[in-house]
């Protein structure tokens, strides 16, 4: 997406992607730094680590407690800043809205999954007024702390640890499961039916119907997979790297045909 809307605007840049162990995070940042890269995303598992390795948290980085992108920025006597963002929190409510055309203030939530993008999700659905999360997660002990850190954040949130005992507005996939064929629902039917749920969104985008999704469909609810969220954080990124207004079609239409098109 981002070498599409790179070629949209003219601009002879290029996104590419590496590998890099974890261990060598700070010395892949650094090079990039020396290279005069423009910026970087970072992905599983490097955003957390990066929080300690740029120069810099903009308020976004800070809030959310992870770095999805970084700029190089020129900072006093020709010394390259290393910048921190995040990008992926408005990314996951941008898309709900768009996507579901879903109301967030007031909403039921139940949420799956307690890894990195749970809490972020977690985080930034109590901070759009959502009534009620309820979190449920195979680690039972990850989806408390973050309970616990929404109590101390944003009081006014009514926070369960467990599935819900009434209906919802939406069920949020945030878990790994449904990335391979093989994969269960993230979803145990039995303790909580889809019926009772108006909307299923699935942070997955390939395949781009999982079998919670599948099932959602069945059961009558508006479904819709991660794909918008992936667009959203992109289109941010783009725009803080090159300061110009991101061609979000374009983006969206490489995104659809480069990610399904195996
Ligand atoms: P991400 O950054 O994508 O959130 P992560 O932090 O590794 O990645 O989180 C993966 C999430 O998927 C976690 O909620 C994880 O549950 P645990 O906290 O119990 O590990 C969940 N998950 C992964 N594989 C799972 C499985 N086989 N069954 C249930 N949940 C699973």
Same mark, same amino acid.
């Not at 290393?82 to 898309?95: E, K, M, Q």
């Not at 055309?101 to 039921?108: H, I, S, V």
């Given at each position: 997406?981002?070498?599409?809307?790179? !070629? !949209?605007?003219?601009?002879?840049?290029?996104?590419? !992607?590496? $590998?890099?162990?974890?261990?060598?995070?700070?010395? /892949?940042? &650094?090079?990039?730094?020396?290279?005069?890269?423009?910026?970087?995303?970072?992905?599983?598992?490097?955003?957390?680590?990066?929080?300690?390795?740029?120069? &810099? %948290?903009?308020?976004?980085?800070?809030?959310?407690?992870? =770095?999805?992108? @970084?700029?190089? +920025?020129?900072?006093? &006597? *020709?010394? @390259? #800043?290393? =910048?921190?963002?995040?990008?992926?929190?408005?990314?996951?409510?941008?898309?709900?809205?768009?996507? %579901?055309?879903? $109301?967030?203030?007031?909403?039921?939530?139940?949420?799956?999954?307690?890894?990195?993008?749970?809490?972020?999700?977690?985080?930034?659905?109590? /901070? $759009?007024?959502?009534?009620?999360?309820?979190?449920?997660?195979?680690?039972?002990?990850?989806?408390?702390?973050?309970?616990? +850190?929404?109590?101390?954040?944003?009081?006014?949130?009514?926070?369960?640890?467990?599935?819900?005992?009434?209906? =919802?507005?939406? @069920?949020?996939?945030?878990?790994?499961?449904?990335?391979?064929?093989?994969?269960?629902?993230?979803?145990? $039917?039995?303790?909580?039916?889809?019926?009772?749920?108006?909307?299923?969104?699935?942070?997955?985008? #390939?395949?781009?119907?999982?079998?919670?999704? !599948?099932?959602?469909?069945?059961?009558?609810?508006?479904?819709?997979?991660?794909?918008?969220?992936? %667009?959203?954080?992109?289109?941010?990124?783009?725009?803080?790297?090159? *300061?110009?207004?991101?061609?979000?079609? =374009?983006?969206?239409?490489?995104?659809?045909?480069?990610?399904?098109?195996?």
């Amino acid at each position: 997406m981002h070498n599409a809307a790179f !070629a !949209a605007l003219g601009l002879n840049w290029r996104y590419l !992607a590496f $590998e890099v162990d974890p261990q060598n995070l700070r010395a /892949a940042i &650094e090079g990039a730094r020396v290279m005069h890269f423009a910026g970087l995303n970072l992905t599983v598992p490097h955003k957390l680590l990066a929080v300690d390795m740029v120069d &810099e %948290l903009a308020a976004s980085a800070k809030k959310w407690g992870a =770095v999805n992108t @970084i700029k190089f +920025e020129a900072g006093y &006597e *020709g010394k @390259i #800043r290393a =910048v921190g963002y995040n990008t992926d929190a408005d990314g996951i409510t941008r898309s709900l809205r768009e996507d %579901l055309q879903l $109301e967030l203030r007031g909403a039921e939530v139940l949420l799956l999954g307690a890894g990195g993008a749970g809490r972020t999700a977690a985080l930034k659905l109590a /901070a $759009e007024n959502v009534a009620e999360l309820f979190l449920v997660n195979r680690t039972q002990s990850k989806a408390e702390e973050i309970a616990a +850190e929404i109590k101390r954040q944003f009081p006014a949130v009514a926070v369960t640890v467990g599935y819900p005992k009434t209906d =919802v507005d939406l @069920i949020l996939n945030a878990t790994s499961l449904g990335l391979k064929p093989a994969d269960a629902s993230s979803l145990d $039917e039995k303790q909580f039916s889809l019926k009772q749920a108006r909307a299923v969104y699935d942070m997955i985008y #390939r395949p781009a119907e999982t079998k919670l999704l !599948a099932a959602a469909k069945a059961a009558g609810c508006k479904t819709a997979n991660g794909l918008g969220m992936l %667009l959203h954080q992109g289109v941010a990124a783009f725009e803080i790297w090159t *300061g110009a207004t991101a061609p979000r079609d =374009v983006m969206r239409r490489a995104l659809e045909e480069t990610i399904y098109e195996h």
